[in-house]
């Protein structure tokens, strides 16, 4: 606006030069065809739109001239709104030549700010006045208020209506107590059909091929259940609940087996694959990585071919839910030295003759 205003102040200037040698007669002629041109303006514009600069220069040519002789001018605007311009150039010099002084409070501290938002993600029941309990417990001052003001301005809702529980929340937070199991087909290279029994932790994905045959009775179901009782027990697992489909092969002496050893059972809906979905996608995972890619001879070539895979699951494969680790084996360190890093010795190890591959660093 400053710029603006000494721009237009040089060029009023340089006007007011220009009538100098102008005599009455001219100037009253170049007034009278400058008013007709107002006239002409105003038929055309309904309301005009003035800049801070327009009011500013405005008020200072007008504010001189008695009142009965300004209502004689032929302006755009009314007198009274001449001499508002001028009363409130007047407000705003005197403004700048006092000391600014700081209203309201404070701006709330980035840290402070961040808190806030982690309390809210990590605790979807909690509202802002509990949050605001929570920084108080931390020695941390702030008024509940500001709280609220900072969740409305990052359009997190109330806590009513973020607390709603979902079936990927309920299942990550029971992971630890649940295990599922699920009967799936394999085709021999002679077509004959081959059933694999298989056992998955949600916790952990560790994932227990149990057994396989041709012909799956009730009562190699319920042996290989004894099997995984057992294998449980030695684990220390914390398993309470296990999901199954509705298979016939699943007897009612299966489900008293795995009762007796605290484990109850939980049937999903009737062709509802999403309600095992942790099992359905190891089994794809076993087609597309494994069954796919090999040619299965017989039973035994079948149980051998899954145990390796087995372990190269538990113990080598990185799983997205556990963060890149496998299901028995932790993450390791990160490489941080810049001389291992430009130096990487890799060795690559086959299982099944190259079907799967483990890379680990040389000794």
């Keep these: 606006m400053l710029l603006r205003l000494a721009y237009l102040a040089a060029t009023n200037t340089f006007a007011l030069l220009r009538l100098l040698p102008m005599s009455d007669r001219e100037k009253d002629i170049e007034i009278l065809a400058l008013r007709h041109q107002l006239l002409v303006l105003q038929r055309q514009v309904g309301k005009p739109a003035f800049t801070d600069t327009d009011r500013a220069i405005l008020a200072g040519l007008l504010h001189h001239l008695p009142m009965d002789k300004l209502r004689r001018f032929l302006l755009l605007v009314r007198p009274d709104t001449i001499l508002r311009w001028h009363r409130d150039l007047l407000k705003r010099r005197y403004a700048a030549t006092c000391v600014p002084k700081s209203h309201g409070r404070p701006p709330t501290v980035r840290s402070i700010r961040a808190l806030v938002l982690r309390l809210?993600?990590?605790?979807?029941?909690?509202?802002?006045?509990?949050?605001?309990?929570?920084?108080a417990a931390l020695g941390i001052k702030v008024a509940a208020s500001t709280v609220w003001e900072i969740l409305k301005e990052h359009g997190i809702p109330p806590a009513p209506e973020r607390h709603s529980t979902t079936w990927a929340n309920f299942l990550r937070s029971q992971a630890e107590a649940l295990l599922a199991c699920d009967l799936f087909e394999v085709r021999t290279l002679t077509g004959a059909r081959l059933y694999v029994f298989a056992v998955i932790e949600h916790s952990t994905r560790r994932i227990r091929v149990l057994g396989a045959t041709a012909h799956p009775t009730a009562d190699w179901i319920v042996q290989l259940g004894r099997n995984l009782v057992m294998d449980l027990e030695d684990a220390g697992s914390?398993?309470?609940?296990?999901?199954?489909?509705?298979?016939?092969?699943?007897?009612?002496?299966?489900?008293?087996?795995?009762?007796?050893?605290?484990?109850k059972v939980v049937t999903t809906g009737i062709q509802i694959p999403r309600m095992n979905s942790p099992m359905e996608r190891w089994i794809q995972t076993c087609r597309r990585e494994l069954l796919d890619r090999t040619l299965i001879w017989n039973q035994s070539h079948l149980l051998h071919a899954l145990r390796e895979f087995e372990n190269f699951y538990n113990g080598h494969r990185p799983h997205r839910a556990l963060s890149q680790a496998a299901p028995l084996r932790p993450l390791p360190q990160p490489i941080n030295k810049a001389t291992q890093i430009r130096h990487l010795g890799v060795r690559r190890r086959d299982r099944l003759g190259g079907t799967l591959h483990e890379y680990q660093h040389a000794a």
Excluded: C, P, V
């Excluded at 398993?239 to 050893?261: E, N, P, V």
């Design 120 to 135: 809210a993600s990590e605790n979807s029941s909690w509202g802002y006045r509990r949050i605001h309990g929570e920084l």
């Design 238 to 263: 914390k398993a309470r609940f296990l999901i199954r489909d509705h298979d016939s092969k699943f007897t009612a002496a299966f489900d008293a087996l795995l009762a007796s050893a605290g484990l």
